[in-house]
């Protein structure tokens, strides 16, 4: 059971384009709940900075993530799960980020 809620979260995930995968990542480093056991500071730089070379929005304006559905929707999925859960998921997505 618990390797599936992974496994689902990864696919919506794999299916994102890298604005959404980069806008999740920031949603996570910056979370207080989540609990990340890697160097949240250095994940956010690295989110940051490829968001700010692909979207001008994020670059020039102050964004509501609140907005961008599919990302809420996965943020909904990663706060039901246990933190080991959690740091696979967001390992896969660190890496995922080209």
């Excluded at 979260?9 to 999740?24: C, E, P």
């Excluded at 690295?46 to 907005?67: C, H, Q, W």
């Excluded at 961008?68 to 933190?83: G, N, P």
């Amino acid at each position: 059971m618990e390797e599936d809620k992974v496994k689902n979260v990864i696919n919506i995930i794999k299916d994102m384009d890298t604005k959404d995968k980069l806008r999740l990542g920031i949603c996570l480093t910056t979370s207080d709940w989540a609990n990340i056991l890697y160097n949240k500071i250095e994940m956010y730089e690295k989110f940051d900075t490829n968001l700010k070379e692909v979207d001008e929005e994020y670059r020039t304006t102050l964004i509501n993530f609140a907005k961008y559905k599919l990302v809420m929707f996965t943020m909904a999925k990663i706060m039901e799960m246990e933190q080991s859960e959690i740091n696979k998921v967001t390992l896969y997505l660190f890496n995922s980020i080209e």
